[in-house]
């Protein structure tokens, strides 16, 4: 393949790599904005002011990705401010008819003063944003970097191809013929350097994209396992089996603002003796005031296997396939870029190794680089030969 098919190529990838990099930092900004709104939330409940809000309507939702319909219940507050507090609170429903018996009862919900606002009982999730919000900005960051190494190889190609390696041996054979040797060694030397920067620079490239392709299927991994959790909830939630369970025990958790906070865990056994263990209930600042709450009861959905999940509790299978489904073509992206600059790379090997077979002494004596004469040189090569044989001839009929 020639040099221009190559450069080309480069740029195709480099093309690709630029629209990826504007799909990751579209993500990126969007789970910054979700984690912002969660952590707004869990400020709230560490601000630990508790009002009573009303239901006020209804929402249904459909899965991105097929299922079945569920009703959700809308909430809404108004402190003594005039500031408005709106949000989904309360049980996921099956039916509209189901989801109209609650409008006009009350929920309790934290405020901070500023119109967030979250059921007390809820878990805020602005770990999980956080924690995805990272891995998009570290492969944006890694995007931009493989883009613009692909650019600077691309230039350096096409500044070749305009400068044109031929070229360059022709103009110099011509104005210094009597040192063509060393005008050859020296420009034969001038490529191999550029080449093998090239190909050190494309290995690079290629090692980089491998390396974000492993860490990816690592948090795909992750990603599968955690949507499997979840479907098991949702599962549960779906067969409609409630039971009471009992907070048995209390968990602590770092915050990622360097601030701890407490939870409660609850534990059931049904008459099959298959244990259920989970963390629900509010939030708690110190282990005083969530230990006070062991010993009471909470409402839990079943599966009869041993998973479950808190009434109110929304599983996280659906933001998880999703993450799951960008994690992938990310992946799939990523593995096809590296075969490609794995395909250059292999054909800038075999180009130096005809030219290290070009000027192997075995076969070209004691002037090896002559396999490197370009096409100029031999152009002036053969213009001295036939006047050489011109000048022979008038002498012969002289004679």
């Known amino acids: ?20 990099t504007l799909f990751l930092i579209f993500f990126s900004i969007l789970f910054i904005v979700l984690y912002d709104s969660s952590y707004q939330e869990r400020k709230a409940i560490n601000g630990g002011v508790i009002v009573e809000a009303e239901f006020i309507d209804i929402d249904s939702r459909t899965s991105f990705f097929g299922g079945k319909e569920t009703w959700h219940l809308e909430y809404q507050y108004i402190d003594k401010n005039g500031v408005r507090y709106r949000g989904v609170a309360g049980p996921t429903l099956d039916s509209m ?13 934290y405020i901070d003063g500023n119109s967030h606002s979250i059921e007390v009982g809820q878990t805020p999730s602005d770990r999980k944003w956080l924690v995805i919000a990272i891995i998009f900005i570290i492969l944006t960051v890694t995007a931009i970097a493989v883009y613009f190494r692909l650019r600077a190889v691309y230039k350096r190609m096409k500044a070749e191809e305009i400068t044109g390696e031929e070229n360059y041996l022709g103009e110099e054979a011509t104005t210094e013929l009597q040192n063509r040797d060393i005008v050859e060694d020296t420009a034969i030397e001038k490529v191999s350097k550029r080449r093998m920067k090239e190909k050190t620079e494309l290995r690079k490239t290629a090692n980089s994209v491998l390396c974000t392709a492993l860490v990816l299927l690592i948090f795909v991994s992750v990603s599968i396992l955690l949507y499997y959790q979840s479907t098991l909830q949702r599962n549960a939630m779906e067969g409609g089996v409630i039971v009471e369970a009992k907070y048995d025990s209390v968990s602590y958790f770092s915050g990622s603002s360097g601030r701890g906070y407490y939870q409660l865990r609850y534990k059931y056994i049904d008459e099959n003796g298959v244990k259920y263990e989970g963390i629900a ?31 109110g509790s929304t599983p996280a299978d659906k933001a998880l396939i999703a ?40 076969e070209y004596g004691e002037n090896p680089q002559e396999a490197m004469t370009s096409e100029p040189i031999a152009e002036i090569q053969k213009e001295e030969i036939t006047i050489d044989t011109a000048i022979e001839d008038v002498s012969n009929i002289e004679e």
């Open 97 to 109: 008819e189901e989801a109209k018996q609650y409008i006009g009862k009350k929920v309790e919900i």
């Open 323 to 362: 993450v799951f489904v960008v994690l992938i073509i990310i992946v799939l992206i990523a593995i096809a870029v590296y075969f490609k600059l794995l395909a250059v790379d292999k054909r800038n090997l075999r180009a130096k190794e005809v030219i290290d077979e070009a000027n192997s002494p075995s």
């Open 281 to 311: 209930g509010p939030i708690f600042n110190y282990v005083e005031e969530a230990e006070r709450h062991i010993g009471e009861k909470v409402d839990i959905y079943i599966d009869g296997k041993g998973n479950s999940i808190k009434v």
């Open 1 to 20: 393949m020639s040099q221009k098919k190559e450069r080309l190529k480069i740029r195709k990838i480099a093309n690709i790599i630029s629209g990826m």
